[in-house]
């Protein structure tokens, strides 16, 4: 008997473990979103075009992962932060200063997709060890995503 309660009572912490990481994954994700619009707006330049364009592909991905990890938190009985100060609490990668060049904002994308990719492989482990596959799948999907981004971006750069 205690046997069984200890195994439910790791499985409900490690159950909070990925609610919290899923919530931080949603906060950066909505920060990115709003990043990504700072750029997409302010871009200028030899590389106006293509990034501009750039820009509004990657924000629009970024608005179907967010909801997409907000709803697999919902599909756990967890609670999605939905506020501009939850976002900026639990975040780790930083809004937009608002004074970046270009190659600027380029280098600061890599290094949030970089960011964003080693906590993924950190989510992908907890929820593995919770027993949440569909979780993990997830998010090695966005893992794999971000990924592409950041040799692209990197390619870019040169």
Known sequence: ???????????KTQNKGVEQMLNQQV????????KLHN????????QFYSLHVKFEELYNE???KMDEAAERLLSIKGRPAATMKEYLEMATIQEAAG??????????LVE??????????????????AEDMPTSDMLTGFKADFEKHMWMLRSFLG
């Open 1 to 11: 008997m205690a046997k069984a309660q200890s195994s439910k009572s790791t499985s």
């Open 112 to 129: 949030d997709f970089a960011t964003l990719s080693e906590e993924l492989q950190e989510g992908i482990e907890m929820a593995e060890e």
């Open 27 to 34: 906060s950066n994700l909505n920060v990115l979103y709003v």
């Open 39 to 46: 750029y997409h707006w302010y871009v200028s330049g030899e």
């Open 62 to 64: 970024v608005t179907l």
């Open 99 to 108: 004074n970046e060049d270009t190659r600027g904002m380029v280098q600061q």
